[in-house]
Nanobody
Framework: QVQLAESGGGLVQTGGSLKLSCAISGATFSSLNMAWFRQVPGKERNFVTA????????LYADSVKGRFTISRDNAKSTWYLQMNNLKPEDTAVYYC????????????????????WGQGTQVTVSS
């Protein structure tokens, strides 16, 4: 049974940094493509970044490009989202998601591409 567990959220001031973690269990780490999404109350869940193993493809939403970086520690079966120069509009619950499928690039941004989800971690950026 694949399980994802996020951690690392919190309260930070504008311009600050946070590093989120997503620990994966119940699966071979390199068999799962993964992504980060975020959601604010009353709105849809939005794409942040994704990684596809087959061709080491990384994608970023335009709103976070140059500020956020996805990385991993294979030995710990953990993905990370390093978030720098945070802005109030980055405030959201952040979710990691994964899939055994190999989505095409355009589909990597879609929540429907991922069948496994973590519980989310709150990130709040104060102005």
């Amino acid at each position: 049974q694949v399980q994802l567990a996020e951690s690392g959220g919190g309260l930070v001031q504008t311009g600050g940094s946070l590093k989120l973690s997503c620990a994966i269990s119940g699966a071979t780490f390199s068999s799962l493509n993964m992504a980060w999404f975020r959601q604010v109350p009353g709105k849809e869940r939005n794409f942040v970044t994704a990684f596809r193993w087959g061709d080491n493809k990384s994608l970023y939403a335009d709103s976070v490009k140059g500020r956020f970086t996805i990385s991993r520690d294979n030995a710990k079966s953990t993905w990370y989202l390093q978030m720098n120069n945070l802005k109030p509009e980055d405030t959201a619950v952040y979710y990691c998601a994964s899939t055994y499928r190999n989505p095409i690039v355009s589909y990597m941004r879609d929540t429907q591409a991922y069948e496994y989800w973590g519980q989310g971690t709150q990130v709040t950026v104060s102005s």
